[in-house]
Protein backbone atom coordinates (compact mmCIF):
# COMPACT_ATOMS: atom_id res chain seq x y z
CA UNK A 1 0.00 0.00 0.00
CA UNK A 2 1.26 3.05 -0.83
CA UNK A 3 2.39 5.64 1.36
CA UNK A 4 -0.84 7.39 2.84
CA UNK A 5 -2.93 5.64 0.96
CA UNK A 6 -6.36 4.64 3.16
CA UNK A 7 -7.19 1.10 4.67
CA UNK A 8 -7.52 -1.95 2.05
CA UNK A 9 -11.07 -1.91 0.46
CA UNK A 10 -13.76 -4.61 1.91
CA UNK A 11 -14.94 -4.88 -1.72
CA UNK A 12 -14.17 -7.11 -3.92
CA UNK A 13 -10.56 -6.85 -6.21
CA UNK A 14 -12.53 -6.47 -9.43
CA UNK A 15 -14.87 -3.30 -8.12
CA UNK A 16 -14.38 -0.37 -9.94
CA UNK A 17 -14.48 1.62 -7.27
CA UNK A 18 -10.73 0.23 -5.87
CA UNK A 19 -8.80 0.75 -9.21
CA UNK A 20 -10.32 4.56 -9.45
CA UNK A 21 -7.26 4.93 -6.68
CA UNK A 22 -7.60 5.97 -2.99
CA UNK A 23 -9.59 9.24 -1.67
CA UNK A 24 -8.00 12.34 -0.41
CA UNK A 25 -6.42 12.19 2.98
CA UNK A 26 -9.07 12.42 5.97
CA UNK A 27 -7.19 14.01 8.51
CA UNK A 28 -8.38 17.61 7.40
CA UNK A 29 -7.19 19.27 10.49
CA UNK A 30 -4.10 18.38 10.36
CA UNK A 31 -3.07 19.00 7.14
CA UNK A 32 -4.56 22.53 7.10
CA UNK A 33 -2.58 23.08 10.90
CA UNK A 34 1.02 21.62 8.91
CA UNK A 35 -0.17 23.71 5.40
CA UNK A 36 -0.29 27.23 7.46
CA UNK A 37 2.42 26.77 9.96
CA UNK A 38 4.90 26.08 6.61
CA UNK A 39 3.29 28.67 5.32
CA UNK A 40 4.26 31.32 7.89
CA UNK A 41 7.81 29.95 8.22
CA UNK A 42 8.02 30.17 4.34
CA UNK A 43 6.64 34.28 4.78
CA UNK A 44 9.34 34.89 7.49
CA UNK A 45 12.43 33.42 5.35
CA UNK A 46 11.52 35.06 1.88
CA UNK A 47 10.40 38.27 3.50
CA UNK A 48 13.43 39.40 6.21
CA UNK A 49 15.47 41.76 4.52
CA UNK A 50 13.53 41.77 1.35
CA UNK A 51 14.89 45.42 0.71
CA UNK A 52 18.74 44.35 0.22
CA UNK A 53 20.74 44.37 -1.53
CA UNK A 54 20.46 47.47 -4.09
CA UNK A 55 22.53 48.51 -6.73
CA UNK A 56 22.51 52.43 -5.18
CA UNK A 57 19.13 52.91 -4.75
CA UNK A 58 18.52 50.88 -8.01
CA UNK A 59 17.35 47.38 -9.16
CA UNK A 60 20.17 44.79 -10.02
CA UNK A 61 20.04 42.51 -12.70
CA UNK A 62 17.02 41.68 -14.57
CA UNK A 63 15.26 43.77 -12.02
CA UNK A 64 16.62 46.69 -14.30
CA UNK A 65 14.12 45.62 -17.61
CA UNK A 66 11.21 44.98 -14.88
CA UNK A 67 10.81 47.51 -12.00
CA UNK A 68 11.21 50.19 -14.17
CA UNK A 69 8.31 49.08 -16.34
CA UNK A 70 6.19 48.54 -13.62
CA UNK A 71 6.88 51.61 -12.01
CA UNK A 72 5.96 53.45 -15.70
CA UNK A 73 2.36 51.50 -15.38
CA UNK A 74 1.36 53.56 -12.29
CA UNK A 75 1.91 56.32 -14.33
CA UNK A 76 0.96 55.35 -17.81
CA UNK A 77 -2.72 53.29 -17.04
CA UNK A 78 -1.07 49.99 -16.86
CA UNK A 79 1.16 49.86 -19.84
CA UNK A 80 4.74 50.78 -20.19
CA UNK A 81 5.46 54.06 -21.98
CA UNK A 82 8.53 53.50 -23.92
CA UNK A 83 7.04 52.48 -27.00
CA UNK A 84 10.10 54.46 -28.92
CA UNK A 85 12.88 51.62 -28.07
CA UNK A 86 9.72 48.43 -28.19
CA UNK A 87 11.85 46.92 -25.29
CA UNK A 88 8.50 45.31 -24.54
CA UNK A 89 9.41 41.53 -24.98
CA UNK A 90 7.08 40.44 -22.42
CA UNK A 91 3.41 40.40 -21.62
CA UNK A 92 2.06 42.58 -18.50
CA UNK A 93 0.61 40.37 -16.01
CA UNK A 94 3.43 40.02 -13.53
CA UNK A 95 4.91 43.63 -14.20
CA UNK A 96 1.60 44.94 -13.25
CA UNK A 97 1.89 42.91 -10.17
CA UNK A 98 5.20 44.32 -9.46
CA UNK A 99 3.97 47.88 -9.92
CA UNK A 100 1.14 46.98 -7.01
CA UNK A 101 4.20 46.26 -4.64
CA UNK A 102 5.53 49.68 -5.72
CA UNK A 103 2.31 51.17 -5.74
CA UNK A 104 1.99 50.48 -1.45
CA UNK A 105 5.48 50.51 -0.74
CA UNK A 106 7.05 52.82 -3.15
CA UNK A 107 10.12 52.39 -5.85
CA UNK A 108 12.43 51.04 -3.28
CA UNK A 109 13.80 47.52 -2.77
CA UNK A 110 10.68 46.18 -0.96
CA UNK A 111 8.55 48.05 -3.21
CA UNK A 112 9.38 46.13 -6.34
CA UNK A 113 10.20 42.98 -4.23
CA UNK A 114 6.85 42.51 -2.16
CA UNK A 115 4.79 41.00 -5.08
CA UNK A 116 7.39 38.48 -5.99
CA UNK A 117 7.91 37.28 -2.00
CA UNK A 118 4.30 37.32 -2.13
CA UNK A 119 4.39 34.44 -4.88
CA UNK A 120 7.12 32.71 -3.18
CA UNK A 121 5.03 32.34 0.23
CA UNK A 122 2.07 31.44 -2.21
CA UNK A 123 4.16 28.68 -3.58
CA UNK A 124 5.40 27.02 -0.38
CA UNK A 125 1.15 27.01 0.55
CA UNK A 126 0.46 25.25 -3.10
CA UNK A 127 3.18 22.94 -2.78
CA UNK A 128 2.25 21.49 0.47
CA UNK A 129 -1.52 20.82 -0.78
CA UNK A 130 -0.18 19.69 -3.99
CA UNK A 131 2.28 16.78 -2.20
CA UNK A 132 -0.51 16.19 -0.19
CA UNK A 133 -3.06 15.58 -2.59
CA UNK A 134 -0.45 13.54 -4.59
CA UNK A 135 1.18 11.57 -2.29
CA UNK A 136 -2.41 11.12 0.39
CA UNK A 137 -0.02 11.19 2.83
CA UNK A 138 0.13 14.77 4.92
CA UNK A 139 3.73 13.96 5.94
CA UNK A 140 4.63 14.16 2.57
CA UNK A 141 2.74 17.30 1.75
CA UNK A 142 4.48 18.85 4.75
CA UNK A 143 7.97 17.89 3.67
CA UNK A 144 7.62 18.90 0.28
CA UNK A 145 6.84 22.37 1.79
CA UNK A 146 10.11 22.30 3.84
CA UNK A 147 12.03 21.51 0.50
CA UNK A 148 10.77 24.39 -1.61
CA UNK A 149 11.20 26.84 1.46
CA UNK A 150 14.95 25.54 1.39
CA UNK A 151 15.52 25.64 -2.05
CA UNK A 152 18.13 28.18 -2.91
CA UNK A 153 16.55 28.83 -6.36
CA UNK A 154 13.26 29.62 -5.22
CA UNK A 155 14.02 31.58 -2.44
CA UNK A 156 16.63 33.99 -4.58
CA UNK A 157 13.65 34.38 -7.29
CA UNK A 158 11.15 35.21 -4.59
CA UNK A 159 12.98 38.27 -3.97
CA UNK A 160 13.89 39.69 -7.13
CA UNK A 161 11.73 42.08 -8.97
CA UNK A 162 11.53 39.97 -12.00
CA UNK A 163 9.09 37.92 -13.99
CA UNK A 164 9.84 34.02 -13.11
CA UNK A 165 8.69 33.36 -9.42
CA UNK A 166 4.92 34.12 -11.04
CA UNK A 167 5.15 32.11 -13.51
CA UNK A 168 5.90 29.55 -10.92
CA UNK A 169 2.77 30.29 -8.82
CA UNK A 170 0.22 30.43 -11.76
CA UNK A 171 1.83 26.95 -13.21
CA UNK A 172 2.05 25.35 -9.78
CA UNK A 173 -1.53 26.87 -8.82
CA UNK A 174 -2.79 25.34 -12.48
CA UNK A 175 -1.18 21.97 -11.38
CA UNK A 176 -3.04 21.97 -8.10
CA UNK A 177 -6.17 22.36 -9.72
CA UNK A 178 -5.22 20.00 -12.04
CA UNK A 179 -5.23 17.54 -9.26
CA UNK A 180 -8.30 18.21 -7.83
CA UNK A 181 -10.05 18.06 -11.38
CA UNK A 182 -8.36 14.24 -11.47
CA UNK A 183 -10.03 13.44 -7.68
CA UNK A 184 -13.57 15.23 -8.88
CA UNK A 185 -13.51 13.35 -11.70
CA UNK A 186 -12.95 10.10 -10.21
CA UNK A 187 -15.65 10.55 -7.33
CA UNK A 188 -17.91 11.06 -9.74
CA UNK A 189 -17.38 8.08 -11.11
CA UNK A 190 -17.62 6.28 -8.20
CA UNK A 191 -20.97 7.25 -7.86
CA UNK A 192 -21.96 6.34 -11.53
CA UNK A 193 -20.66 2.67 -10.24
CA UNK A 194 -22.34 2.90 -7.35
CA UNK A 195 -25.72 3.32 -9.19
CA UNK A 196 -24.77 0.89 -11.61
CA UNK A 197 -25.33 3.47 -14.67
CA UNK A 198 -21.31 2.90 -16.02
CA UNK A 199 -23.17 1.01 -19.19
CA UNK A 200 -26.19 3.32 -19.70
CA UNK A 201 -24.13 4.04 -22.41
CA UNK A 202 -21.09 2.27 -24.37
CA UNK A 203 -19.00 5.99 -24.27
CA UNK A 204 -19.50 6.26 -20.45
CA UNK A 205 -21.28 8.80 -18.37
CA UNK A 206 -21.41 12.73 -19.12
CA UNK A 207 -19.12 14.26 -16.34
CA UNK A 208 -21.06 17.60 -16.50
CA UNK A 209 -19.42 21.00 -15.56
CA UNK A 210 -16.05 20.16 -14.26
CA UNK A 211 -15.38 23.44 -12.49
CA UNK A 212 -11.17 22.57 -11.58
CA UNK A 213 -10.66 22.07 -14.60
CA UNK A 214 -12.05 25.06 -15.91
CA UNK A 215 -9.51 26.90 -13.32
CA UNK A 216 -7.21 25.33 -14.46
CA UNK A 217 -7.33 26.82 -18.05
CA UNK A 218 -7.66 29.86 -16.82
CA UNK A 219 -4.10 29.94 -14.48
CA UNK A 220 -2.53 28.59 -17.35
CA UNK A 221 -4.31 31.51 -19.25
CA UNK A 222 -2.51 33.76 -16.27
CA UNK A 223 0.97 32.02 -16.67
CA UNK A 224 0.96 33.15 -20.75
CA UNK A 225 0.15 36.73 -19.36
CA UNK A 226 3.22 36.28 -17.41
CA UNK A 227 6.01 35.10 -20.03
CA UNK A 228 5.12 32.84 -23.18
CA UNK A 229 6.87 29.95 -22.29
CA UNK A 230 3.57 29.06 -19.72
CA UNK A 231 2.15 27.48 -23.66
CA UNK A 232 4.41 24.55 -22.75
CA UNK A 233 2.23 23.72 -19.68
CA UNK A 234 -0.69 24.57 -21.27
CA UNK A 235 0.05 21.65 -23.98
CA UNK A 236 1.06 19.69 -21.61
CA UNK A 237 -1.71 19.89 -18.91
CA UNK A 238 -4.07 19.06 -21.69
CA UNK A 239 -2.43 16.09 -22.86
CA UNK A 240 -2.52 15.32 -19.44
CA UNK A 241 -6.13 15.93 -18.58
CA UNK A 242 -7.55 13.89 -21.10
CA UNK A 243 -5.24 11.14 -20.73
CA UNK A 244 -6.64 10.60 -16.81
CA UNK A 245 -10.43 10.81 -17.80
CA UNK A 246 -9.16 8.15 -21.00
CA UNK A 247 -7.85 5.96 -17.86
CA UNK A 248 -10.79 6.58 -15.26
CA UNK A 249 -13.25 5.30 -18.27
CA UNK A 250 -10.58 2.15 -18.54
CA UNK A 251 -10.85 1.95 -14.71
CA UNK A 252 -14.86 1.62 -13.99
CA UNK A 253 -15.04 -0.93 -17.02
CA UNK A 254 -16.47 1.51 -19.95
CA UNK A 255 -17.20 -0.30 -22.96
CA UNK A 256 -15.85 2.16 -25.52
CA UNK A 257 -13.27 3.81 -23.14
CA UNK A 258 -11.37 5.43 -26.43
CA UNK A 259 -14.04 6.72 -28.27
CA UNK A 260 -16.11 7.58 -25.18
CA UNK A 261 -12.80 9.89 -24.22
CA UNK A 262 -13.39 11.28 -27.40
CA UNK A 263 -17.10 12.05 -27.95
CA UNK A 264 -17.17 13.03 -23.54
CA UNK A 265 -14.05 14.58 -22.89
CA UNK A 266 -11.89 15.94 -25.79
CA UNK A 267 -14.45 18.68 -26.83
CA UNK A 268 -14.58 20.42 -23.10
CA UNK A 269 -11.04 20.10 -22.86
CA UNK A 270 -10.39 22.00 -25.89
CA UNK A 271 -13.02 24.86 -24.11
CA UNK A 272 -11.12 24.73 -20.94
CA UNK A 273 -7.71 24.42 -21.68
CA UNK A 274 -7.05 26.01 -25.08
CA UNK A 275 -9.91 28.51 -25.79
CA UNK A 276 -10.06 29.51 -22.16
CA UNK A 277 -6.16 30.50 -21.94
CA UNK A 278 -6.61 32.44 -25.20
CA UNK A 279 -9.28 34.27 -23.60
CA UNK A 280 -7.69 34.90 -20.67
CA UNK A 281 -4.06 35.81 -22.21
CA UNK A 282 -6.06 38.70 -24.28
CA UNK A 283 -7.77 39.66 -21.32
CA UNK A 284 -4.58 40.22 -19.15
CA UNK A 285 -4.02 42.88 -22.04
CA UNK A 286 -6.69 45.01 -20.97
CA UNK A 287 -4.58 48.33 -20.01
CA UNK A 288 -3.34 47.84 -23.61
CA UNK A 289 -6.45 48.06 -25.72
CA UNK A 290 -7.62 50.58 -23.61
CA UNK A 291 -4.50 53.08 -23.98
CA UNK A 292 -3.75 55.54 -26.47
CA UNK A 293 0.11 55.50 -26.26
CA UNK A 294 0.66 51.77 -25.65
CA UNK A 295 3.60 49.99 -27.75
CA UNK A 296 1.91 49.57 -31.62
CA UNK A 297 -1.27 50.41 -30.31
CA UNK A 298 -2.21 52.53 -33.46
CA UNK A 299 0.51 50.58 -36.01
CA UNK A 300 -2.02 49.87 -38.45
CA UNK A 301 -1.69 52.84 -41.03
CA UNK A 302 2.15 53.51 -39.67
CA UNK A 303 3.57 50.19 -39.44
CA UNK A 304 0.67 48.13 -40.91
CA UNK A 305 -0.41 48.82 -44.07
CA UNK A 306 -4.09 49.40 -45.14
CA UNK A 307 -5.87 46.52 -46.82
CA UNK A 308 -3.41 43.64 -45.97
CA UNK A 309 -3.92 39.90 -45.25
CA UNK A 310 -5.61 40.91 -41.68
CA UNK A 311 -7.44 43.90 -42.62
CA UNK A 312 -10.88 42.35 -41.62
CA UNK A 313 -10.02 42.30 -38.24
CA UNK A 314 -10.62 45.67 -35.75
CA UNK A 315 -7.60 48.00 -36.18
CA UNK A 316 -6.83 47.38 -32.51
CA UNK A 317 -6.58 43.31 -33.34
CA UNK A 318 -4.38 43.98 -36.33
CA UNK A 319 -1.90 46.35 -33.76
CA UNK A 320 -2.06 43.47 -31.15
CA UNK A 321 -1.07 40.88 -33.87
CA UNK A 322 1.64 42.98 -34.94
CA UNK A 323 3.21 44.02 -31.52
CA UNK A 324 2.96 40.18 -30.78
CA UNK A 325 5.10 39.18 -33.88
CA UNK A 326 7.55 42.15 -33.19
CA UNK A 327 8.21 40.16 -29.64
CA UNK A 328 8.83 36.42 -31.22
CA UNK A 329 10.84 38.07 -33.68
CA UNK A 330 13.06 39.82 -30.71
CA UNK A 331 13.21 36.25 -29.04
CA UNK A 332 14.05 34.24 -32.40
CA UNK A 333 16.94 36.89 -32.60
CA UNK A 334 18.18 36.15 -28.92
CA UNK A 335 20.77 34.35 -29.41
CA UNK A 336 24.21 33.61 -28.35
CA UNK A 337 25.65 34.30 -31.70
CA UNK A 338 23.64 37.70 -31.76
CA UNK A 339 23.55 38.93 -28.86
CA UNK A 340 27.25 37.87 -27.35
CA UNK A 341 27.63 35.26 -24.81
CA UNK A 342 26.62 36.40 -21.25
CA UNK A 343 28.99 35.45 -18.59
CA UNK A 344 26.20 33.84 -16.80
CA UNK A 345 24.24 32.24 -19.60
CA UNK A 346 23.99 28.21 -19.40
CA UNK A 347 22.25 25.43 -21.52
CA UNK A 348 19.77 23.64 -20.60
CA UNK A 349 21.47 20.30 -20.21
CA UNK A 350 23.29 21.75 -17.05
CA UNK A 351 19.90 23.22 -15.21
CA UNK A 352 19.05 19.70 -13.89
CA UNK A 353 21.66 19.23 -11.17
CA UNK A 354 21.98 23.52 -11.49
CA UNK A 355 25.71 23.28 -12.46
CA UNK A 356 25.59 26.64 -13.99
CA UNK A 357 23.99 28.94 -10.71
CA UNK A 358 24.08 32.97 -11.55
CA UNK A 359 25.35 35.98 -9.50
CA UNK A 360 22.91 38.75 -9.34
CA UNK A 361 25.26 40.95 -6.89
CA UNK A 362 28.22 41.43 -5.75
CA UNK A 363 29.68 44.22 -3.89
CA UNK A 364 33.07 44.09 -1.97
CA UNK A 365 36.03 46.80 -0.12
CA UNK A 366 34.90 49.86 1.47
CA UNK A 367 31.30 49.14 -0.08
CA UNK A 368 30.64 46.70 2.61
CA UNK A 369 30.96 46.10 6.27
CA UNK A 370 29.87 44.12 9.16
CA UNK A 371 31.28 40.48 8.59
CA UNK A 372 33.72 41.27 11.31
CA UNK A 373 36.92 41.80 8.63
CA UNK A 374 38.54 44.52 5.99
CA UNK A 375 37.83 42.23 3.27
CA UNK A 376 33.95 41.89 3.38
CA UNK A 377 31.71 40.50 0.41
CA UNK A 378 28.05 40.72 -0.19
CA UNK A 379 26.90 38.86 -3.13
CA UNK A 380 23.66 37.11 -4.14
CA UNK A 381 23.67 34.31 -6.32
CA UNK A 382 21.00 32.39 -7.55
CA UNK A 383 22.14 28.81 -7.18
CA UNK A 384 19.72 25.89 -6.61
CA UNK A 385 20.33 23.66 -3.35
CA UNK A 386 22.93 21.10 -4.16
CA UNK A 387 21.40 18.40 -1.86
CA UNK A 388 18.05 19.38 -3.49
CA UNK A 389 19.63 19.55 -7.22
CA UNK A 390 22.52 17.11 -7.23
CA UNK A 391 20.17 13.76 -6.77
CA UNK A 392 17.85 14.98 -9.88
CA UNK A 393 19.39 13.01 -12.38
CA UNK A 394 18.40 9.19 -10.01
CA UNK A 395 14.90 10.79 -8.70
CA UNK A 396 13.74 11.35 -12.63
CA UNK A 397 15.70 8.16 -13.49
CA UNK A 398 13.58 6.43 -10.95
CA UNK A 399 10.01 8.11 -11.87
CA UNK A 400 10.39 6.99 -15.91
CA UNK A 401 11.30 4.10 -14.03
CA UNK A 402 7.96 3.42 -12.37
CA UNK A 403 6.27 5.45 -15.20
CA UNK A 404 6.99 2.73 -17.65
CA UNK A 405 6.78 0.00 -15.77
CA UNK A 406 3.84 0.79 -13.94
CA UNK A 407 2.13 3.83 -15.03
CA UNK A 408 2.08 5.13 -12.13
CA UNK A 409 -0.21 8.63 -12.40
CA UNK A 410 1.92 10.23 -9.95
CA UNK A 411 4.92 10.11 -11.57
CA UNK A 412 3.09 11.21 -15.17
CA UNK A 413 1.65 14.34 -13.39
CA UNK A 414 5.42 15.20 -11.95
CA UNK A 415 7.35 14.08 -15.19
CA UNK A 416 4.83 15.90 -17.55
CA UNK A 417 4.52 18.82 -15.41
CA UNK A 418 8.75 19.02 -14.83
CA UNK A 419 9.47 18.24 -18.72
CA UNK A 420 7.60 20.40 -19.97
CA UNK A 421 9.42 23.02 -18.13
CA UNK A 422 13.21 21.90 -19.41
CA UNK A 423 12.80 19.65 -23.03
CA UNK A 424 11.24 22.56 -25.01
CA UNK A 425 14.55 24.73 -24.49
CA UNK A 426 16.60 22.33 -26.01
CA UNK A 427 14.90 22.51 -29.82
CA UNK A 428 17.20 26.05 -30.15
CA UNK A 429 20.29 25.19 -28.49
CA UNK A 430 21.56 28.41 -30.37
CA UNK A 431 19.23 30.77 -28.10
CA UNK A 432 20.82 32.67 -25.22
CA UNK A 433 19.43 30.60 -22.27
CA UNK A 434 19.98 31.25 -18.45
CA UNK A 435 19.24 29.04 -15.41
CA UNK A 436 16.40 31.14 -13.87
CA UNK A 437 13.79 29.93 -16.17
CA UNK A 438 14.05 26.64 -14.06
CA UNK A 439 11.94 28.45 -11.69
CA UNK A 440 8.40 27.12 -12.33
CA UNK A 441 10.12 23.86 -12.64
CA UNK A 442 11.35 23.57 -9.15
CA UNK A 443 7.89 22.79 -7.43
CA UNK A 444 8.04 19.49 -9.74
CA UNK A 445 11.63 18.67 -8.58
CA UNK A 446 10.70 18.79 -5.09
CA UNK A 447 7.38 16.89 -6.04
CA UNK A 448 9.59 14.09 -7.46
CA UNK A 449 11.78 13.59 -4.48
CA UNK A 450 8.84 13.67 -2.59
CA UNK A 451 7.50 10.61 -4.24
CA UNK A 452 11.34 9.30 -3.92
CA UNK A 453 11.13 9.99 -0.17
CA UNK A 454 7.61 7.83 -0.08
CA UNK A 455 9.03 5.05 -1.35
CA UNK A 456 11.80 5.34 0.92
CA UNK A 457 9.75 5.36 3.65
CA UNK A 458 7.75 2.18 2.51
CA UNK A 459 4.85 0.66 2.20
CA UNK A 460 1.94 1.22 5.45
CA UNK A 461 1.83 -2.52 5.91
CA UNK A 462 5.50 -2.73 6.10
CA UNK A 463 7.68 -4.38 9.37
CA UNK A 464 8.00 -1.52 12.12
CA UNK A 465 12.16 -1.72 11.35
CA UNK A 466 11.15 -1.03 7.84
CA UNK A 467 9.78 2.17 8.56
CA UNK A 468 11.93 3.71 11.37
CA UNK A 469 14.55 2.59 8.77
CA UNK A 470 13.25 4.91 6.14
CA UNK A 471 12.11 7.06 8.25
CA UNK A 472 15.54 7.66 9.37
CA UNK A 473 16.91 8.07 6.36
CA UNK A 474 14.00 10.59 4.66
CA UNK A 475 14.87 12.38 8.03
CA UNK A 476 18.59 12.70 7.44
CA UNK A 477 17.67 13.60 3.52
CA UNK A 478 15.59 16.82 4.81
CA UNK A 479 17.75 17.47 6.64
CA UNK A 480 20.71 17.44 4.50
CA UNK A 481 18.72 19.66 2.40
CA UNK A 482 18.18 22.61 5.45
CA UNK A 483 21.61 21.97 6.10
CA UNK A 484 22.96 22.81 2.97
CA UNK A 485 20.48 25.69 2.57
CA UNK A 486 21.50 27.94 5.94
CA UNK A 487 25.15 27.06 4.70
CA UNK A 488 23.93 29.03 1.57
CA UNK A 489 22.16 31.43 3.06
CA UNK A 490 24.45 34.79 3.13
CA UNK A 491 24.87 34.34 -0.56
CA UNK A 492 21.18 34.22 -1.39
CA UNK A 493 20.63 36.84 0.55
CA UNK A 494 23.81 39.10 0.01
CA UNK A 495 24.25 38.99 3.73
CA UNK A 496 27.92 40.47 4.22
CA UNK A 497 30.48 37.60 4.86
CA UNK A 498 34.60 37.86 4.69
CA UNK A 499 36.29 36.65 1.43
CA UNK A 500 37.26 33.39 3.29
CA UNK A 501 33.71 32.33 3.24
CA UNK A 502 32.86 33.63 -0.18
CA UNK A 503 35.42 31.01 -1.51
CA UNK A 504 34.01 28.51 0.83
CA UNK A 505 30.38 28.83 -0.69
CA UNK A 506 31.85 28.41 -4.27
CA UNK A 507 31.86 24.75 -4.66
CA UNK A 508 32.33 24.22 -8.21
CA UNK A 509 34.89 25.50 -10.37
CA UNK A 510 31.51 26.26 -12.89
CA UNK A 511 29.98 28.09 -9.65
CA UNK A 512 32.51 30.62 -10.63
CA UNK A 513 32.72 33.36 -13.26
Not at 133 to 146: D, E, K, N, Q, V
Amino acid sequence: MPVGDGPPSTRGPADPRDVLGAPPPTDRLRGWIVTLTLTLVAGVVRFVGLGHPTDGGTPVFDEKHYVPQAWQMLRNGGVEDNPGFELVVHPPLAKQLIALGELVFGYNGVGWRVSAALAGVLCVFLIVRAGRRLTRSTLLGGIAGILLICDGLSHVQSRMGMLDIFSAVFVLAAFCTLLCDRDDVRARMAVVVAEDRVHDSPYGPRLGVRWWRLATGVLLGLGCAVKWSGIYWVLAFAVLAVLWDLMARRAVGVTRPWVGTLRRDVLPAVWALAIVPVLVYLSAWWAWWGSETAVDRYAVGEKVAPGGLLSFLPEAMQGFIYFQQKVLQFHEGLTTAAAGVHPWESKPWTWPMGLRPMLYYYASGQDVTGCGSTDCVSAVMLIGTPALWWPAIPVLAFGLWRLVTRFDWRWAAVLVGYGAGIVPWFMDMARQMFYFYMTPVVPFLVLATVLVMGEILGRAGASKERRQTGLLVVALWVGLVVANFVWLFPILDGLPITAAQWNAELWLPSWRA
